[in-house]
């Protein structure tokens, strides 16, 4: 089945850019209907989604960070990157990437998608502090 | 948190507790709930997709629910190793993104 695994470094300065990478093993992430979605988790506070992309490239940012946001997919290497730019102690978290299962329906007479996150790797933990 | 949930919920061993996670229009009024179960230091799992479908694996104890601009889960029976951190998440189509609820830790008593 389908694995992920998040890594990176563990220790990154203030205004430095945050790089994380995500390693999908058991299938490819170029075929299929997914998106590939990071989600951060700051200690002791609840999830906070990042940003997806599209198997084809087409992403999504979270507003409140989609200035400093860049994610991208490297098919040779089966790997989805993070980019964070201008990292703050606010950045600190466990990064998690995640894959986003669908369910598909008729609506009208096109073919939707309802999607869930419904693989996750372990997640990464990065310190933003000199 | 754009969707709201409970801090906290208990209950005993068989009993049944719900968790209810409230949003507007925007995310769970036009689309479906999805529930995350977290216990403690590990990566989230999904429990629930599309309001009450359940993935393989995810006991029957588990069930959701949606109606209008609110979902719940439920879990009956309790046990022991259902003390964890539960997220629900929708999509936003005003933010056209994830939002989830800021989370509900089940207590076992």
């Known amino acids: 089945q389908v694995q992920l695994q998040e890594s990176g470094p563990g220790l990154v300065k203030p205004s430095r850019t945050l790089s994380l990478t995500c390693t999908v093993s058991?299938?490819?992430?170029?075929?299929?209907?997914?998106?590939w979605s990071w989600v951060r988790q700051a200690a002791g506070k609840g999830l906070e989604w990042i940003g997806r992309?599209?198997?084809?490239?087409?992403?999504y940012y979270n507003p409140s960070l989609k200035s400093r946001v860049n994610i991208s997919l490297d098919t040779s290497k089966n790997q989805i990157s993070l980019n964070l730019d201008s990292v703050t102690a606010a950045d600190t978290a466990v990064y998690y990437c995640?894959?986003?299962?669908?369910?598909?329906?008729?609506?009208?007479?096109?073919?939707?998608?309802?999607?869930?996150?419904?693989?996750w790797g372990k997640g990464t933990t990065v310190t933003v502090s000199s | 948190s754009v969707l709201t949930q409970p801090p906290s919920a208990s209950g005993t061993p068989g009993q049944t507790v719900s968790i209810s996670c409230s949003g507007s229009?925007?995310?769970?009024?036009?689309?479906?709930a999805s529930w995350y179960q977290q216990l403690t230091q590990t990566a989230p799992k999904l429990l629930i997709y599309?309001?009450?479908q359940r993935p393989s694996g995810v006991p029957d104890r588990f069930s959701g629910s949606k109606s209008g601009t609110s979902a719940s889960l439920a879990i009956s029976g309790l046990q022991s190793e259902d003390e964890a951190e539960y997220y629900c998440?929708?999509?936003?189509?005003?933010?056209?993104?994830?939002?989830f609820g800021g989370g509900t830790k089940v207590t076992v008593l």
């Open positions: 995640a894959r986003e299962g669908h369910y598909s329906f008729w609506s009208g007479f096109y073919l939707d998608f309802y999607y869930y996150m419904d693989v």
């Open positions: 992309i599209y198997t084809r490239g087409n992403t």
């Open positions: 599309t309001n009450d």
């Open positions: 229009n925007s995310n769970l009024g036009s689309n479906p």
């Open positions: 998440a929708a999509w936003d189509d005003s933010l056209n993104g994830w939002v």
């Open positions: 058991g299938g490819s992430i170029s075929s299929g209907a997914y998106y």
